[in-house]
């Protein structure tokens, strides 16, 4: 009993850290939490072995991970039929998922021991870099600073380094008050931090107030609130879009709308372009909306139709087990899961699309989540970015509302405005600094008509990606120095 009690009192930190940092995500949403969530974590940090702090972080981990995913549970129900078999996916996320933060804990706790305290920010963004674009299982999901696109006056420096900086100020916080409670520093110490922490929420204040010029275009956004994912067949969902779309389409023309803006999922073109829709196409009003192109391969496409003229945009980032499967071939027991039979095709390189008179980046679902895919439209003269969406899937779980959170993000890190639409929602409009200027109800079908001030000259900062990758280059380098150069005592 003695030992367990041991065990327990040494779990304690990493544990109420992982829930402190959960209560800051859906669905209680408490903002101020990522601030002080890893306090108790880091505090026990500095007392332990390289090799407690790997468990440590790996408990963190399993708890955050576990809480996070908690979403494939009702998913994986309501598709297979079975309450028992989501059981299975959402243990093997816990059990891998938590190695990032093992890792973490180790990097942390050597860096610690050397008193190289600035690489702790650092290692924890070149984490959630890395887990957000590991090879095949790339899922930038929980990233710390994600509940800060409710705040975005304090999200502005993303323009200079992406949310991954943010989320380095974010543990930053963190660091300096647990310093302070474990150590009781010298001021002569903590003041060089403090005072970049103080710079830094300058800067990103200073940028949140500078207007932003350009030109007003009215944008429509549309909700055909019909349920894309598991309500009704095929032939009944392209009737209900067709529909409701038709609808939408005279309410955008009434309004002297300049474009309209539809969700994924409108149609499935095996003979790609044109592609057949459930809706009339207007003749003069510019429309965007996401959909299936080609037999062999098949593409999830953006399309753009403007005056008899098609523009088209294939998806990059697919969903791991959703739009492709890893290892498809190694698994026969995923049959069970009545996974897609067969795999979408990612495009080579991302592009933007000229719809109307504006070119737009289109993120298709899932990409709303990188901030790359965003950033290189960006690079290729976008000047308003648009997320076609279908978060049907995971209605009525604690998905939707970090999917809706991405599209400030990509609008702070890329200085332009950005419109989502989706099936049943979230649907909105942010401005360039990432504030939500207009905003539906959910499973509501209706139109969201925006005059947005769309910059004349694309926007963006060419360097932003620096910080994001050079800091996983960091974590990487210093984890194999530290494993090489180890470090026997902690330095006092």
């Not at 149609?267 to 207007?282: A, E, I, N």
């Not at 209605?395 to 809706?404: F, N, V």
Request: hydrophobic residues 50%; glycine residues 8%.
């Amino acid at each position: 009993m003695a030992i367990s009690m041991a065990r327990i009192v040494k779990l304690w930190p990493c544990v109420l850290s992982a829930l402190l940092f959960l209560l800051a995500f859906p669905p209680l949403n408490v903002t101020p939490l990522i601030f002080v969530c890893l306090i108790p974590w880091l505090v026990e940090l500095w007392k332990l072995t390289p090799k407690q702090a790997f468990k440590s972080g790996y408990v963190l981990g399993f708890i955050i991970v576990l809480g996070q995913m908690s979403f494939i549970l009702p998913l994986i129900a309501t598709w297979t039929g079975s309450k028992i078999i989501g059981f299975l996916p959402w243990g093997v996320c816990g059990f891998l998922g938590s190695f990032y933060f093992a890792l973490a804990g180790w990097l942390i706790n050597q860096a610690m021991r050397r008193q190289w305290l600035w690489l702790i920010p650092v290692f924890w963004a070149g984490i959630e870099a890395g887990r957000s674009y590991l090879p095949a299982l790339a899922f930038p999901w929980f990233i710390i600073s994600s509940p800060l696109s409710s705040w975005p006056a304090l999200i502005q420096d993303s323009y200079f380094g992406s949310i991954y900086l943010v989320s380095a100020l974010v543990v930053l916080v963190n660091l300096l008050l647990a310093w302070t409670l474990a150590k009781k520093p010298a001021w002569k110490s903590v003041a060089p931090y403090a005072s970049f922490l103080v710079i830094s929420v300058v800067i990103s204040i200073w940028r949140y107030n500078i207007p932003v010029s350009g030109t007003r275009h009215r944008i429509a956004i549309g909700q055909p609130a019909v349920d894309m994912a598991f309500t009704g067949t095929a032939d009944t969902r392209q009737r209900d879009l067709g529909i409701e779309i038709n609808r939408l389409i005279t309410q955008a023309e009434a309004q002297k709308a300049e474009m309209l803006v539809l969700p994924e999922g409108m149609v499935d073109s095996p003979f790609g372009v044109p592609p057949p829709t459930p809706f009339l196409l207007p003749v003069h009003l510019p429309i965007l909306f996401g959909g299936r192109r080609g037999a062999k391969p098949v593409y999830q496409s953006a399309y753009a139709y403007t005056e008899g003229k098609w523009e088209f945009a294939d998806k990059t980032r697919l969903v791991p087990f959703g739009e492709y499967v890893p290892g498809r071939d190694y698994f026969p027991f995923i049959a069970a899961f009545k996974l897609p039979q067969f795999d979408i095709q990612p495009a080579e390189k991302v592009t933007a699309i000229q719809v109307g008179s504006l070119r737009v980046g289109p993120l298709i679902c899932f990409e709303g989540l990188f901030f790359d895919v965003a950033y290189k439209q960006t690079m290729d003269r976008s000047r308003l970015l648009a997320v076609m969406s279908i978060d049907d899937w995971y209605m009525g779980t604690i998905a939707p509302e970090q999917l809706r959170w991405a599209g400030a993000w990509r609008a702070a890190e890329n200085g332009l405005p950005l419109v989502r639409s989706a099936s049943l929602g979230y649907t909105l409009a942010t401005d360039a600094r990432g504030r939500i200027v207009g905003e539906l109800p959910l499973i509501r079908a209706d139109i969201l008509v925006v005059d947005l001030v769309v910059p004349d000259e694309p926007q963006g900062n060419r360097f932003m990606p620096v910080f994001p990758w050079g800091s996983l280059i960091i974590m990487i380098g210093a984890a194999i120095g530290f494993k090489v150069y180890r470090k026997k005592k902690p330095a006092e």
